[in-house]
């Protein structure tokens, strides 16, 4: 399941999906539903990868959905 990786990797980075939301001024269901794959956002995309969540991950997450 490759969303779990992205889960992995806020849980041992202390990243809630609140905090992204905040920091991206968006809804916390907009997060959620990208983490889930329900919803395409580069912006999201984005903010993982410049808080140092790993290519890979969000790469694999992708190819998944």
């Known amino acids: 399941m490759r969303r779990l990786d992205v ?4 849980l041992r980075n202390d990243v809630s999906v609140a905090q992204v939301a905040r920091d991206l001024d968006v809804y916390p269901s907009i997060v959620s539903r990208w983490l889930d794959g329900k919803k395409s956002s580069s912006r999201v995309e984005r903010w993982f990868l410049d808080h140092g969540c790993p290519a890979r991950v969000i790469e694999r997450r992708e190819q998944a959905a």
Request: proline letters at 0%.
């Open 7 to 10: 889960r992995i990797w806020m």
